[in-house]
């Protein structure tokens, strides 16, 4: 069995996460994409991040339509901050011991890759699936501090979408329109509960 893992803040959730997952289930053969919101991510202790319980919710209200697409709460109910280390090693724990991993993400996050906690184990716990990303710089200097990190890298081949939550949430602050950026479902959420200030009423 085949699990794709996509973590993030997901403040909001949009349509590029929706169709990174999407791409990487069906070229890869994923059985499933477990979303695991963020619940404090240590790189962004010094920025505000809306509730888990509105993130979490956004997340439900996204996926909702895809059987293929899990919620996972692990990181929101674990207190303290999130390491993908320890989210993956739960993860082991709780799927099937024959179950091969898939972490997701952009190619601009694994450059951050050697300042994670436990890179090496990350690296040893799942493939990471990369998404390329609008001004993505050269991998081949992480293979110097995470040696054979490379051989664990799946390139996934689609196209750029440029999108990004913090760019949502200043279109919300402008009173921009946000439509066909997140789903309908999750922009009507936004709305009734006043999520992101606006400027606009």
């Not at 919101?37 to 997340?59: C, S």
């Not at 439900?60 to 990181?75: G, Y």
């Not at 110097?144 to 990190?149: A, K, N, S, V, Y």
Request: proline share 7%.
């Amino acid at each position: 069995m085949k699990i794709g893992i996509l973590g993030g803040t997901f403040d909001p959730i949009h349509i590029g996460h929706l169709v990174v997952a999407e791409e990487a289930r069906t070229k890869l053969g994923l059985s499933e994409v477990f979303f695991v919101p963020a619940g404090q991510p240590w790189l962004k202790q010094d920025h505000h991040i809306t509730p888990a319980a509105h993130r979490v919710e956004m997340v439900l209200h996204a996926i909702a339509d895809n059987p293929h697409f899990k919620l996972s709460a692990l990181e929101v109910e674990r207190p303290g901050p999130s390491y993908t280390v320890d989210t993956l090693t739960m993860l082991r724990k709780q799927l099937d011991s024959e179950a091969s991993l898939f972490f997701i993400l952009g190619r601009d996050t694994l450059a951050e890759l050697p300042l994670w906690k436990e890179p090496e184990k990350v690296a040893q716990l799942c493939r990471l699936v990369v998404a390329p990303r609008l001004g993505s710089k050269d991998l081949k200097r992480l293979q110097t501090e995470i040696p054979g990190l490379l051989d664990k890298i799946i390139q996934l081949d689609m196209p750029v979408i440029g999108i990004s939550s913090s760019d949502i949430r200043q279109r919300l602050a402008r009173g921009l329109s946000i439509r066909y950026l997140v789903p309908v479902e999750v922009e009507e959420y936004i709305r009734e509960q006043s999520i992101y200030p606006t400027s606009v009423g």
